[in-house]
């Protein structure tokens, strides 16, 4: 029982860091489609880890919760990620951030952070749940940060997406999930963000025909 | 019964609209959908009022109507209803002078009844997660809405508040999360560990420093919503790009469920924490944003914006007031969002009416409209009167008792309610000054507008501020008794 | 009852003795400049011939021009009611109520003041707006130390009627206050100011660049300017009744008895007299300040004034 | 309960006369002027009686509205004397507007002017002064507080098309609900303490000092901004000169006395105990507001915005009076404080009757000439004699000359003042003689002033053509004017009967009045003692008439020919006199400007001065121009703009357009709560 734990504990713990090591790599993606294969693999990831807790905790609504992440996430977002960057023919964009480097480092000191400030709370049982949370956390602000520092609103939906991929993940592994109506809804919800997305960039390609949000800023109040 | 059709009357709309919502009489029938469901939450309204506990639950415990949440669906249906018959004549305009077509009209109307239908999903809901989903279905249900027009500033407003917000509710979710990870903790079964009744009956055994953790996520991610410093930026754009009846539901009754959850959250955490915590949080983003609104007021052209930064203040003024606690101060804090709600749609109403008319969004060129178009003028006139908190209008009611309120427990913080009032009052009427009294220009177009709602809404703030109805002031006391623990009538 | 008989008397003896005080105000003068003087009845001898003489009149004026001397006459008689010239404060049992105290002094002082203020700007000639403006001037600087003199002694006296002062002053033991050396000061510049007299103004001239006084009066004749120029002689001697009794009422009567007030009587006339000696001298001595150095001048008497009721307040003598 | 049945009929007139000219068609417009100011004349009346009963039968009652009560409060009303005074105070100048309104109005019918508007808020705004009074409660209170600033607000507004109109109005809109907000949180520290909302329970409650001081000052500074003392004074100047007059005479006349009223209430019934300090401050502040206001008023020439400068002067001295009752309540000398107190609500009384009467005249001058700079007038002495004698009457009353009213007050502030010495305390005695040494120097300077305004408007010859042609006002108007003027008379020459009812306000307020047996003579006034003072303004006002009368009959016969001969005045030769070569009213306080000339910006402009000194210069074309700016709005209140603005300038840098710049806030503001909170 205990090697079966152990093991089970090696496995989440190798999936989470890839997660976070996903995330990481998405910051300094330069390439479109590269960073759509990087978010398809991290909820591939996610995936397995919503099997995984499946399988050993017996629960049927786990197996559905896969699927659901299965079929959203790895199959139909990046999908429809791909249809929309062909369509917008963007697909030669380059994408390069800034100061790779710097970003990689504030990532770093991000995870940090999280950790102190996941590690004084006396709840999480034992230090893997710890763990597992601070990544949990870590990607939902990496996700947030990848939107701060790129300028293509492609890779704003793909920010958006990781940052859900961190919420389930944190939901997956601290509560064994949510409620099975809740999980639909925020399904749900995530298809339809995804359509808007990409109505969103039908209309921003036509009315500033180009996907640089910095080009966004018509509306600002330091001009009057 | 009356509850399943509270919430069948927007379903029946959205399907009606998505099969016949291209016809001109869509605009009236959206005025039936909304008037029926106005109808039957009055009905759930008394239902509630008429049964034992003051609270009712509905479908397996899934739904909850109490005072609190009562009070502000009756407020979200009436609202969109008066919205509602003001968007037909306003929108029959936009149709008549080409800048939006049938399919697009169409498309309003669905998301009308389906923003009407989150809202109230918001409110009834028994689950902090279906509550959550609500809250983004809300978010996404106006975001297309907010870039109607299809110009490329609505198209980017409608981009920044589309990211902002599902950003911050992203983080929200977060927070919802661990309320329900610290639940489950402590061993309540999982169909209870998302819904307010089981919540709050277990409130004092759930983990202190998680549920800290949880709200400080629900506080920048609802704060979002609410439009609290610095999360605000989406607000100004959204409010000043879209259509003016939408203008008027997201400032009257979008920002309301965002601050809803916060104070559900906070009744939840409050007792748990034993602290003054997170009614500090609150108070303290509440005055940021007040004094922040207060001060950007000063300098802006498009009237829009300009009052839209007047929402900000105003909702930062009512998380103020939420935060400070006590029942005086909670009672303000919902019978102030209660009449802004009313008179900023009204507000927001009205300023459709002077744009469609004048062409302009620019103070600089709107001028003179008391004697151009004395009717919206006047309206306009007084719906800012009400909203710069002057009697007899319900705003200056619930600012002397939040003065009252504030002073009892934080005296220095009066005199920075004292400055926030009066810069929003100095930035408004310097800003509109011109626009209402100056030298109008000769050409007045004789575009036919609606200004029943408007009137409406701002009679039924008019009677708050002079006179609060026995009945009402039961309930509100009931619902204030539910945030403070204790009611204000003794 | 007899007590306003004598306010009658009084104020009768103001009305005779004030043309008198002129004529020897004048004739000190032109004793002190070698010239042969005039009669010292000359001043009675002008008034009667102005009172003889027909009006002229000039068009614009209004009523306010004609009313203004019967005003600005009856006012200084009214006044010469209030001040105490041979008789102050008889103690006697009843309450005494006078007409008026300093501060109603100064305001009927005032109220001359500005009709004849107004009836110099009525014909709308430069003068008179000119007269009339300097008039102000002077006057809205003075008057606050004229009120403040009076503040000082009312203070000391614990009263502000002026009978009740000066019976104050005059029965109650003597003792010398500092307050009373500023007050007598500012009182005597007051009224060189009050009364038009050289630093300030120059009642003979007719200068334009000095005019004060006579421009606001340059277009009054006949019976009108009668009564102005008799007016402005009783204000005079106003005046220094109210510095004699008031800083050396010695001798003043205190009661109704023919000897006192004989003695009473007598004193004042010498007083008087050394008043206009006092008054000619200084201003046989002394040169017209330019019109903008008239404010120094006045402040000067402020300070005094602030002088003088700080004195008491502080040294707190009596 | 009859009194306040009383009122309730009269503010039922008033709302009806805000309400009733809605209803009429708009080509009777006279029917509805009539009608408005009917029913407004018939409230006033009301006002009047109630107030006059209530003050003489020394009366106190409360009523609670239940059907209005706002929120949880119960709205309740009493009325006791001090309310009725001020009621008075309303209802007659409200009479004397109802009666002057109609023609007054004349020319209003067909302007774009909304004449219906402004029915409506001159009923609401008598309403809310009304109800502020009678307010027993802080809902009642501030709610007909703002309602009453609100309601100004659009009577200020009423001619908005001026672009100083609109700067104005905001300008007033911001001091009164500054004020209103400071007089909420002073009522709020009341409340605090009290543990309720009427003023029975702020009555009973036990300030710590610290707060009391806190209460004094913000209600000091609330009332102190709506009545106009410097350098809280800046809104009145500019406020109440663009209103139609007889709004004006509202303000000016009963408006700022309302913040008079609000702070008797709050420092002698509701504060409880009281500090000398206060009543030094007050005395400050007042003597300040008296001499500066009357020194800016003497340096405009706009003759509506010199009148309100001169409110703030007389607000000064009322406030004067009340920051003498509080010295000598607070060191012992109740009686004194009840003498000093009378003053200064004698001087109230005093102010709106002349004050009225002037604006009111300002209004018919215009009314005939369209004219309020004082330089362009002159000569409507003759064109219109009745309102120039009634003008003359309140010119006279307001610079404080016997026998007109202002003496009175004035004379009562004066005597209140010499008591000083009595009070054993080195500081106010040092204090309060400047103070006396200043009240002394704004009555003189209010005379030079008014003597500017007489002179300039009246006398002289006209300066325009347009002045020339003026013609009486109706009669109407004059009967208004000659009601003021009227009462000018009578509380000057009667004042001892007023004094008496006055009385029963320090008493029920303080307990104490005079003592009775001064009240008792009806010729003199004797407030302390007949040795120490005594005035009778009816002998003096009886004998200027009788030694004028006397001896014009005297000097009669002494003539020759008793007729004048009218010629024109002797121009030196230089051949003819024009209206040109007339003391222009700039001129005319030159002198004064001089002396104090530190106290304004002036600014002045003259144009071709370097023309050659030899060559005869034509007429029109050196012009002079003369600025006379407000220092207190330049070092005070600009400095504050600018300030305001550069913080709102740096705000707006936060919002640049840029997205990730909005997401990075959120999310470091996410970190640092993180950090900070947990």
């Known amino acids: ?224 | 019964m009356i509850f399943n059709l509270m919430l069948f009357f927007p379903c029946l709309g959205i399907i009606f609209f998505i099969l016949f919502g291209h016809y001109r009489m869509a605009g009236m029938m959206n005025i039936c959908f909304s008037f029926l469901t106005f109808l039957a939450s009055v009905g759930l309204g008394v239902n509630t009022v008429l049964s034992s506990g003051g609270s009712l639950l509905f479908w397996n415990n899934q739904f909850y109507v109490d005072a609190f949440s009562l009070c502000l669906i009756i407020l979200t249906t009436f609202i969109s209803f008066t919205v509602a018959i003001f968007s037909r004549q306003y929108m029959l305009n936009n149709l008549d002078e080409n800048r939006i077509n049938a399919r697009m009209l169409q498309f309003y109307f669905i998301m009308y009844q389906a923003f009407t239908l989150t809202m109230l999903l918001v409110y009834t809901s028994n689950n902090i997660g279906i509550l959550w989903i609500s809250v983004e279905g809300a978010t996404l249900a106006t975001a297309l809405l907010v870039s109607l027009y299809r110009t490329p500033e609505s198209i980017e407003a409608a981009w920044k508040y589309f990211i902002l917000c599902i950003v911050g509710i992203a983080l929200a979710l977060f927070g919802t999360l661990c309320v329900y990870f610290s639940a489950k903790n402590v061993s309540i079964n999982i169909s209870g560990a998302m819904l307010w009744t089981v919540l709050h009956q277990h409130a004092a055994i759930l983990n202190s420093q998680l549920l800290m953790l949880a709200f400080i996520f629900l506080l920048v991610g609802y704060g979002t919503k609410i439009g609290l410093v610095p999360f605000h930026f989406w607000l100004p754009d959204a409010h000043s790009e879209s259509p003016a009846p939408m203008s008027a539901l997201l400032s009257g009754l979008l920002l309301n469920i965002g601050l809803y959850a916060l104070v559900r959250f906070k009744m939840l955490i409050d007792p748990n924490l034993g602290t003054h915590l997170i009614g500090i949080l609150m108070m303290a983003f509440g005055l940021i944003s007040f004094l922040f609104a207060g001060f950007t007021i000063f300098r802006k052209r498009n009237i829009k914006r300009m009052f839209s930064y007047s929402s900000i203040e105003h909702m930062g003024l009512i998380t103020f007031a939420f935060g400070l606690g006590g029942p005086l101060a909670s009672f303000v804090g919902l019978f102030y969002m209660i009449i802004h709600s009313l008179v900023k749609s009204a507000i927001f109403m009205s300023l459709g009416n002077v744009i469609q008319l004048t062409k302009s969004k620019d103070m600089g060129e709107i001028k003179g409209l008391l004697q151009s178009y004395p009717s919206v003028g006047w309206t306009l006139l007084i719906g800012t009167i009400a909203i710069v908190g002057f009697p007899p209008f319900g705003i200056f009611n619930s600012e002397v008792m939040l003065v009252i309120a504030t002073l009892k427990q934080y005296l220095f913080i009066v005199p920075i309610i004292i400055i926030g009032l009066l810069l929003s009052l100095g930035g408004i009427m310097y800003n509109l000054n011109p626009v209402f009294f100056g030298q109008s220009t000769d050409d007045v177009s004789s575009l036919k507008v609606c200004l029943f709602p408007i009137v409406l809404n701002l009679s039924i703030a008019l009677y708050f501020g002079l006179h609060i109805p026995h009945g009402f002031m039961n309930y509100l006391n009931q619902a204030t008794s539910l945030i403070a623990g204790r009611g204000i009538l003794s | 009852m007899k007590i306003y008989l004598m306010e009658i008397c009084q104020a009768l003896l103001f009305l005779i003795l004030s043309p008198l005080l002129a004529g020897w105000i004048k004739t000190i003068k032109c004793v002190l400049q070698n010239r042969r003087p005039p009669s010292i009845f000359q001043a009675y001898r002008n008034l009667i011939k102005l009172f003889l003489k027909q009006v002229i009149v000039p068009q614009e004026a209004s009523w306010i021009f004609r009313f203004t001397p019967y005003l600005i006459f009856s006012v200084v008689v009214l006044l010469s009611f209030i001040v105490p010239l041979i008789i102050a404060n008889v103690s006697s049992s009843s309450a005494y109520f006078s007409l008026g105290d300093v501060i109603v002094l100064v305001g009927l002082l005032a109220l001359g003041r500005f009709f004849l203020v107004l009836s110099g700007l009525d014909i709308g000639t430069t003068f008179g707006g000119m007269g009339s403006s300097r008039e102000m001037m002077i006057s809205s600087l003075a008057e606050p130390s004229t009120l403040l003199v009076f503040f000082t002694l009312a203070i000391i006296a614990s009263s502000t009627n002026l009978s009740y002062i000066v019976g104050h002053f005059a029965t109650s033991q003597f003792i010398f206050r500092p307050s009373f050396i500023f007050a007598l000061l500012a009182l005597c510049m007051i009224t060189l100011a009050e009364t038009g007299r050289i630093p300030l103004d120059n009642p003979t001239t007719h200068l334009e660049l000095t005019m004060v006084h006579e421009a606001m009066i340059l277009e009054y004749s006949g019976r009108y300017l009668g009564l102005i120029e008799w007016s402005a002689q009783i204000k005079l001697m106003i005046y220094f009744v109210l510095i004699s009794n008031i800083f050396f009422p010695w001798g003043i009567a205190t009661d109704l008895a023919w000897h006192s007030l004989a003695i009473s009587f007598l004193l004042i006339i010498i007083k008087l007299a050394i008043c206009g000696v006092v008054l000619a001298v200084t201003e046989m001595s002394t040169a017209k300040l330019r019109l903008f150095k008239a404010p120094n001048f006045l402040s000067l008497a402020f300070v005094l004034c602030l002088l003088a009721i700080f004195s008491h307040v502080i040294l707190g003598v009596g | 309960m009859l009194f306040f049945n009383i009122v309730i009929v009269g503010l039922f007139f008033a709302v009806l006369s805000a309400l009733l000219p809605f209803f009429i068609p708009a080509r009777w417009s006279l029917l509805s002027k009539l009608t408005h100011f009917s029913l407004l004349g018939l409230a006033g009346l009301a006002l009047v009686m109630s107030g006059f009963l209530t003050l003489i039968m020394k009366s106190s009652l409360y009523l609670t509205l239940s059907p209005l009560s706002i929120s949880f409060i119960k709205a309740s009303l009493h009325l006791d004397p001090l309310s009725g005074f001020f009621l008075c105070l309303i209802g007659i100048i409200t009479i004397a507007i109802a009666f002057y309104g109609p023609s007054y109005l004349k020319g209003y019918e067909n302007s774009k002017y909304s004449l219906k508007a402004m029915f409506f808020f001159t009923g609401l705004f008598l309403v809310s002064m009304s109800l502020v009074v009678l307010a027993n409660d802080l809902f009642s209170f501030m709610f007909s507080w703002e309602l009453m600033s609100l309601t100004s607000y659009f009577l200020v507004m009423s001619h908005y098309e001026e672009a100083e109109t609109r700067k104005a109005g905001l300008v007033y809109l911001l001091m009164a609900h500054l004020s209103g907000l400071c007089i909420l949180f002073a009522f709020g520290i009341l409340v605090k303490f009290g543990n309720g909302f009427d003023f029975q329970s702020m009555q009973a409650a036990h300030l710590p000092i610290i707060w009391a001081n806190l209460a004094f000052i913000l209600a000091f500074l609330g009332f102190g901004m709506k009545s106009g003392l410097v350098p809280l004074h800046v809104w009145l100047p500019r406020a109440h000169p663009v209103a139609p007059s007889h709004i004006s005479a509202l303000m000016s006349g009963v408006m700022i006395k309302i913040a008079v009223y609000g702070f008797i209430r709050f420092n002698f019934s509701l504060i409880g105990q009281l500090h000398w300090q206060w009543g030094i401050i007050v005395l400050f502040i007042g003597s300040i507001s008296a001499v500066l206001g009357v020194l800016y008023a003497l340096m405009q020439h706009n003759l509506k915005q010199l009148l309100a400068y001169h409110s703030v002067e007389n607000i000064g001295i009322i406030f004067i009076g009340l920051g003498l009752a509080i010295l000598f309540i607070c060191k012992g000398y109740p009686m004194l404080g009840a003498l000093a107190m009378i003053a200064a609500l004698y001087h109230s009384l005093n102010h709106a009757v002349f004050k009225s009467l002037l604006f009111l005249g300002a209004g018919s001058i215009y009314q005939s000439t369209h004219e309020h700079d004082l330089n362009l007038m002159g000569g409507l002495i003759q064109r219109m004699p009745q309102i120039a004698f009634f003008f003359l009457i309140g010119c006279v009353s307001i610079s404080a000359l016997p026998p007109f009213n202002g003496f009175v007050s004035e004379w009562l502030t004066f005597q209140a003042f010499l008591q000083v010495p009595l009070i054993r305390s080195n500081t106010v005695r040092f204090i309060v003689p400047i103070a006396a040494a200043m009240l002394a120097l704004t009555g003189a300077l209010a005379a030079a002033c008014f003597a500017k305004v007489y002179g300039i408007t009246f006398l002289g010859k006209p300066r325009t053509d347009r002045v020339a042609e003026a013609c009486e006002s109706g009669i109407m108007m004059r009967f208004s004017l000659g009601l003021l003027a009227l009462f000018c008379l009578l509380l000057g020459i009667l004042p001892t009967f007023l004094i008496r009812w006055i009385n029963t306000i320090p008493m029920s307020l303080l307990n104490v009045g005079l003592a009775p047996n001064n009240l008792n003579h009806w010729l003199w006034i004797t407030p302390i003692d007949p040795n120490v003072s005594s005035y009778s303004a009816l002998l003096v006002f009886i004998g200027v008439i009788i030694i004028c009368v006397v001896s014009w009959i005297v000097l009669r016969p002494l003539q020759h020919s008793f007729s004048f001969k009218k010629v024109t005045a002797w121009d030196c030769g230089f051949g003819g006199l024009n209206k040109r070569m007339q003391y222009t009213a700039t001129a005319f306080a030159m002198p004064i400007r001089r002396v104090f000339k530190n106290i304004w910006t002036v600014e002045e402009l003259k144009t071709n001065e370097d023309e050659p000194k030899n060559k005869i210069v034509v007429r029109d074309m050196s012009t002079y121009e003369l600025h006379v700016q407000d220092n207190i709005w330049l070092y005070i209140y600009e400095p504050i703009q600018t300030v305001v603005d550069k913080i709102s300038k740096l705000v707006s840098y936060l919002q640049q357009g840029n997205i990730r710049v909005y997401l990075a806030y959120s999310f470091f503001t996410l970190l640092l709560l993180l950090l900070v909170v947990l």
């Open chain 1, 1 to 224: 029982m205990l090697i079966q734990v152990s093991v089970y504990q090696q496995i989440i713990s190798t999936i989470s860091a890839l997660i976070l090591f996903s995330s990481f790599i998405l910051l300094t993606q330069k390439s479109l489609f590269g960073s759509i294969n990087i978010f398809a693999f991290q909820s591939f990831l996610l995936f397995l880890a919503t099997l995984l807790q499946a399988v050993i905790l017996h629960e049927n609504s786990m197996y559905f919760s896969a699927v659901i992440t299965l079929v959203l996430k790895v199959i139909s977002i990046p999908w429809l990620l791909y249809y929309f960057v062909g369509r917008l023919r963007i697909h030669q964009d380059k994408i390069v951030p800034k100061h790779p480097f710097l970003i990689l480092l504030g990532a770093l000191f991000l995870v940090v952070y999280c950790y102190h400030i996941i590690v004084p709370i006396t709840l999480f049982s034992s230090l893997m749940e710890k763990h597992i949370v601070v990544v949990a956390l870590s990607v939902i602000l990496l996700g947030m940060l990848l939107m701060i520092v790129r300028r293509n609103a492609i890779i704003y939906v793909l920010g958006f997406m990781v940052m859900e991929n961190g919420l389930f993940f944190s939901a997956l592994m601290s509560t064994q999930g949510m409620p099975m109506i809740v999980e639909l809804g925020v399904a749900f919800d995530l298809l339809i963000a995804v359509i808007l997305f990409g109505v969103f960039f039908f209309h921003i390609r036509t009315s500033i025909e180009t996907m640089d949000v910095d080009s966004l800023n018509h509306l600002r109040e330091d001009l009057e």
